[in-house]
């Protein structure tokens, strides 16, 4: 199973895939926001979203899983 985790702390702006979705290494898949920057997060790997852990408005740590893939 992979993964895809934050990579700082801040506060999850939206989720740009839902479940279902197929995305390739260095998709964006989600903007946080950190210290008043969006901060866009990227797929290191290909693979299918299955589930996805964090909602907009949540506030993450960094290394936080934010989205599971197949």
């Known amino acids: 199973m992979k993964h895809i985790e934050a990579t700082m702390a801040g506060t999850v702006l ?3 895939v839902q479940e279902g979705d197929s995305v390739k290494a260095g998709d964006t898949v989600a903007l946080l926001e950190s210290m008043k920057m969006e901060i866009p997060i990227e797929s290191n790997v290909d ?3 299955s589930e996805i852990k ?3 408005g949540d506030f993450v740590n960094e290394g936080d899983v934010l989205i599971v893939l197949d």
Do not use: E, P, Q, T
Request: charged letters at 0%.
């Open 14 to 16: 939206n989720i740009l």
């Open 47 to 49: 693979g299918v979203v």
């Open 54 to 56: 964090a909602g907009s």
